[in-house]
Structures are given as C-alpha cells and as structure tokens.
C-alpha cells in the first residue's frame, strides 16, 4: 500500500480489526471476497458508506444503485488505489444487475426526516422504497445478508420479512435492522461524561430505532459506569433523542449521514469478519426474535458465517431498564404490525 493510502486510515476505526487490516503490509486474505451492494448509493448516508466500504480489503465487489448519480458517484469511488471493484446502476431496469451475486445489502435508500418529522412520519414514502428493494434481494440475491438502514427501521425490517416470506426465501438470521448509531452514540455520550476513551466504552442499545424504543443498557456499560438518577435519566433521554438533535442542527438538511455512514460501516465490517469466520464478533441488530412478546427486538447477537448464530439476550436489567422495555412495547408492536400490514396489502 502507498504512503497516500494510509491517510485514508481512520484511526477511530481501529476499534475495528478490519481497519487495522488497512495498515500498510498487511497482507489481503484469500477468504475476504465479499460482494457488497449499496442501494440508496448516492444519497447523504450512501456516499460516504461506499467510500468506507470502497476503503475496506474485506470488500471485493462493491455495487451502487440508486435512481440517480450512480454513474458518477461509482466513477468517482473507482478511481481510489483499493482493491474492490465498483459498479454502478442506475434505476430499476439495472437493480438485478446490482444485486446479482452479492453476499450482503445494505439499503439506505428513502427520504430523510425534516425539523418536526418523526421516523414514523417517514413511513409513506420508505415503506414502498424498501419493499420493492426488498422483493429485488428476493429475486436476484436471496441467500444475501441483508442490512436495512432506511427508517421507520421499526417497521422496515418487518416489511423487508414479510416480502422475503412472499418469496419464500426468509431466512431471519439475514435480516437485520441497523441500530449501531444508537450503539455509537451511546458510547460517545458515556466517553464524554466520565471522560474515557470512546473506542473503549461499549454500551448495549437494545428494543427498537426510534424515541422511547430505543434502550441503552447504561448498567451493562463496559468498562463500568455508574451516574446519580437524574444524569442517568437525562443521558438516556439524549441518546432516544440523539438522531432529532442532529436533524434540528441541520435545520431542513436532512438527518445524520456521516455518523450513520460510520455506523453502517462497522456493523457491515463486523458481519463480513463473522462470515469469514471471525470468533466472537457481537453487534446489536433489530431483528426477528423471541426474547420479548415483540415479535422484532434489538438485542446483542453473536454473528457468524449464516449471519445471527446466537440471540444474546437483554441480560439483567436494572429497574429503571426494565421499565423502559416495558414503555416500548406498544409503540413498537404498533410499528411492527404497520409494517406487516403494508405488505399483506400490498401486491408484489
Ligand atoms: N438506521 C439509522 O440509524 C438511520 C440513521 C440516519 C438516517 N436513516 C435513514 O436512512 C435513509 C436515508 O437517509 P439519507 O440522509 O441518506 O437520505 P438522502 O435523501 O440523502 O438519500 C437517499 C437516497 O435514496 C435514493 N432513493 C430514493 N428512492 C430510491 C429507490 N427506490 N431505490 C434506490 N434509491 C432510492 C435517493 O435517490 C437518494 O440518493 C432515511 O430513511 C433516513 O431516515 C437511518
């Protein structure tokens, strides 16, 4: 790797062993062959996620679809001294070429939330995104992980299931929703209170993507944390609230791209390092699961070669946790079944 490549090294991706992987000399491994599809490429999270994908030897074949500026954002993206292959497709008539043997999709395609908006007010539009993408992975790449970032994620990745189901090919252990921003910006929050290195603090984010769904497990924080009840109370208040702080500070901009491009990135890298047999690699994920009476929850899972090899559980809650799970529960069976009923109506 020339000396211009290690700029591209992100040091706060070290936590990450697959960014260590991009120091120079390390060797590539024969195993780390994925093929990668972004849909959704050329937007505020697309593009900067196919550059940290661009950017990863595990990746060989990255493929960008969207509807629009693929094109340019795959020519652009090409030009980098990386290894990965990249394509670009633009609009329907090119999305089975897109997904066509890939190993994992990750779908950040559908409109973003403006001052006021709430994810669920997102549904209209994203719902339809995410089904008709839903029913190309069907088509064209069944056997693929598939990683959903579009919002409502509460209610995307039932949809994406249920879609699978229609197809018969619904593996639950592929589906999942991408929660890791909540992870990130958990552990960023705690690293700023307690004044610790963030790369080292892990909290669990467990339940759902959106307010109150969102859980942080502050009690099983690694290394240990502990805050009176009322900094505890408003630490898990910012961290629900984190995404509508960003999307007020971008003031009709859109809502986080970069942060969630990093997010999408390390939850991506840690899937491709479980499937090429990494031991021990945990991510929370929103996810079919048995763990609650919600049919869908996040929770720690252990990754493996199939995707989810084992549901990790909530763990001990302490009470002031178990009461949030408790709040979650409707709203997050409401947005489930919002989901599910989109696609029973709905003709494929
Ligand atoms: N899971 C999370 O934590 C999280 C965090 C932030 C944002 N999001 C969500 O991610 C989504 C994307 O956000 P963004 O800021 O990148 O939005 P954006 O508007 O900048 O980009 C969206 C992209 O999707 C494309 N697109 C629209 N319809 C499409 C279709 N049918 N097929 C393929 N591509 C299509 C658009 O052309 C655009 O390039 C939003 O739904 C947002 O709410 C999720």
């Known amino acids: 790797m020339s000396c211009c490549s290690q700029f591209l090294y992100i040091k706060s991706l070290a936590r990450f062993p697959i ?15 994925a093929r990668v599809a972004v849909l959704g490429a050329s937007g505020g999270i697309g593009q900067p996620l196919s550059l940290l994908l661009k950017n990863s030897p595990l990746v060989s074949q990255l493929s960008l679809y969207d509807i629009a500026h693929t094109p340019g954002v795959a020519a652009d993206l090409s030009h980098i001294e990386t290894r990965a292959k990249v394509t670009g497709h633009l609009g329907p008539d090119q999305l089975g070429a897109a997904l066509k043997g890939c190993d994992v999709v990750v779908i950040p395609a559908g409109v973003p939330r403006k001052p006021g908006m709430t994810r669920d007010d997102l549904f209209n539009t994203n719902a339809t995104i995410v089904a008709t993408l ?8 069944p056997e693929a992980m598939i990683c959903v970032i579009a919002n409502p994620v509460n209610s ?3 949809i994406t299931s249920e879609v699978m189901k229609k ?4 593996n639950p252990n592929r589906v999942f929703g991408v929660t890791t921003l909540d992870i990130v910006r958990a552990n960023t929050f705690v690293a700023e209170l307690k004044g610790l290195d963030p790369a080292r603090v892990n909290v669990p984010v467990i339940g759902g993507h959106a307010g109150k769904t ?11 944390v502990e805050f009176p009840a009322d900094e505890l109370s408003a630490l898990t208040e910012r961290i629900q609230d984190a995404g509508t702080e ?4 971008k003031a009709g901009a859109g809502s986080a791209t970069l942060s969630m ?13 479980a499937m090429n047999g990494k031991e021990g690699v945990v991510e929370c994920a929103f996810i079919r699961s048995e763990e609650t009476e919600c049919k869908y929850f996040s929770t720690p899972l252990l ?3 199939n995707g989810i090899e084992k549901n990790l559980g909530l763990g001990k809650l302490s009470a002031f946790e178990e009461k949030l799970v408790a709040e979650c529960m409707a709203e997050l069976k409401t947005s489930i079944k919002k989901g599910e009923d989109f696609v029973a109506n709905m003709k494929l």
Do not use: E, M, W
């Open 156 to 158: 995307t990745i039932p």
């Open 303 to 305: 990754l493996g070669k």
């Open 214 to 224: 969102i859980i942080p497990l502050i009690s099983q924080c690694t290394p240990k």
């Open 19 to 33: 960014f260590k992987a991009l120091t120079p000399g390390t060797p590539i491994f024969p195993q780390n062959h």
């Open 134 to 141: 839903s029913d190309a992975c069907a088509r064209f790449c």
């Open 261 to 273: 491009a990093y997010a999408g990135a390390r939850f991506t890298f840690s899937l491709l390092d």
């Open 167 to 170: 197809h018969g090919v619904y």
């Open 246 to 249: 960003v999307v007020k500070a």
